[in-house]
């Protein structure tokens, strides 16, 4: 990881990106490291476009504003591809991971001529399968961490597996299926570089 990895989150109200932008946040400061996670509130309603931020750092982070040259974005819903500018700012050496059952050379074409790494995880399949519902954020947290290593993705499954035991420790039958979505994401994320 370099000194500061800063990520922007683009979802949907309803499909867990801010939360999935706090659980980042939660495991890389268990991991050791300073961390900011917020989001950026618009119209708050269900299915409305939001925005959630991560700065992610070795040292602590005196910067406080949103990001706008991310090294990272996530696309938690590949609809946002054709009215949000995902791509404003990308860092080239970074990377977009969208969550999309389509092949990343396919979608690189509604990337504004983004030269940069494109990722695909398909997690509505991954969600669907592990869940037994529709739940994006937790494979598309796990396939940023995967890509990133913003924390090591073993630490992390460590981490993430701690952090499930404790939200939810009145529903434990929902825990083995979260841990399932992360690992199967980590190991199904796929790309394209130019």
């Not at 999935?20 to 490291?33: H, I, K, P, R, V």
């Not at 939001?50 to 700065?55: D, G, Q």
């Not at 969550?99 to 997690?123: F, I, K, Q």
Request: hydrophobic share 40%; with cysteine.
């Amino acid at each position: 990881m370099k000194e500061m990895t800063e990520i922007r989150w683009h979802g949907r109200g309803g499909q867990g990106a801010k939360t999935a932008c706090l659980l980042l946040a939660d495991a890389a400061f268990a991991s050791g490291l300073y961390v900011q996670g917020f989001p950026e509130y618009g119209p708050e309603r269900m299915g409305a476009p939001i925005t959630a931020y991560n700065r992610i750092s070795r040292d602590p982070c005196t910067i406080h504003s949103y990001i706008y040259d991310p090294d990272y974005v996530v696309v938690v819903d590949e609809s946002l591809l054709n009215t949000v500018d995902v791509t404003a700012g990308l860092n080239p050496e970074g990377g977009i991971i969208i969550n999309s059952s389509r092949a990343p050379e396919e979608l690189r074409p509604l990337l504004r001529d983004y030269p940069g790494a494109v990722y695909t995880v398909d997690a509505r399949r991954i969600s669907e399968e592990c869940l037994g519902a529709y739940f994006p954020n937790t494979p598309m947290l796990a396939a940023l961490v995967e890509i990133s290593r913003v924390v090591e993705p073993e630490e992390f499954v460590a981490n993430m597996e701690s952090s499930y035991r404790h939200k939810f420790a009145q529903k434990p039958q929902v825990i083995q299926g979260n841990m399932d979505a992360l690992t199967a994401a980590m190991k199904e994320v796929k790309s394209h570089e130019l």
